[in-house]
């Protein structure tokens, strides 16, 4: 048997999952690390050392490509409904929308009743907002790239979307061009494993005494288009009574532990994705720093996405869906200088040897280790629950409009 046993393979596999689909002996399966992560496990008596895993594998091959964008654009939804749940400007939607009034399918991360999260087939513009909205936890491909060949090879028009290595993970199984299939590609600061954020919901669900279904990692009702607005909600066991639950400290603590890049796998930290030279066709990212490189541009503080055109079939869908949107062409270089991981991948931090120890063996101190100061969550808290008075918020509204 061969398997990932060490930091240093680890930093060859991302867990997309091509290897297992792609093996035509099914002498491959993918298992949990102590982490949670995914890795591959050969059986050495299936396998003919056929050498297909390896050619499709992402990390080994990387993108193979040293193109620059067609065009960046900024860009923000008319439809104030997907924008107002989208966490940038709504372009996900609008392409899916597109690709499903085809006809086509539409593949992207949701979470399960379970909270886990993994890539699913949609066929119904209902089922969108499943789909909708950053998730910073890897999404399980699952079985999906064999899903998309199938649908692909009945003649169905596929919109794929994913982290860059599932992209090009899926572009190698497939193993030729479509000229149906679109793929998105989100810029990604990095994947924490389903087992420390399945951590992170048990934690709460104790405290609060209750079964969560719903968490959104950035919700606009909380925080506006920020980073820091995660939400939740949970029915209680008592009753069974639905209670929503904006930023708390167990939210924030695996926030803050993302963001510190303390949780990735360690593919994450040397990404060869992590620049302008990107495997879908449309790349995906928030338009930070828009009020600087577009200052005009009307009710950015509702949600602005960059989006990178990448092929010439990213340019005619773009150009197909444009007209529902407020957009502007930006700069390529603007685009990488308020976006970090399109000139480099997240750096391993000194603290990922830490991180998963405490979050499993000892979750006190790691929230006394990620979560906010008291300082950070009163003025938090206060700033969420006086624009909530009717009054009070008007006026705040209004100082703040005149103050900018």
Known sequence: MIRYDSSHDKHDCCGCRACEQACPKQAIVMETDSEGFLYPRIDAGKCVNCGLCNRVCPIETGSGSTAHPLGVFAAQCHDDNILRNSSSGGMFSLIAAYVLEKGGTVYGAAFDGEMYLRHVRITDKEMLCNLRGSKYVQSDIGNSYTQAREDLKNGLPVYFTGTPCQIQGLKLFLRKDYDKLLTTDLVCHGTPSYKIFANTIHNIEKKRQGKIFRYLFRDKKVGGWSCSSSSSAFRRFKDNKEVFQPRSNDMSAYYNAFISGSMMRYACYSCPFANVHRPGDITLADCWGVDKIVPDFPNMQKGVSTVLV???????????????????????????????????????????????????????????????????????????????????????????????
């Open 310 to 404: 990448n092929s010439s079939k990213g340019m005619a869908v773009w150009n197909a869906v444009s007209a529902k949107t407020v957009n502007r062409q930006i700069a390529e270089a603007d685009a990488v200088a308020n976006n970090a991981n399109l000139h480099h991948a997240s750096p391993l931090p000194e603290g990922r040897s830490t991180c998963y120890g405490l979050a499993f063996n000892d979750y006190g101190k790691f929230l006394d280790k990620y979560r906010p100061s008291a300082k950070e969550n009163i003025k938090f808290y206060l700033k969420y629950h006086i624009k909530r008075l009717p009054v009070v918020g008007s006026a705040f509204k209004r100082i703040k409009d005149i103050l900018k």
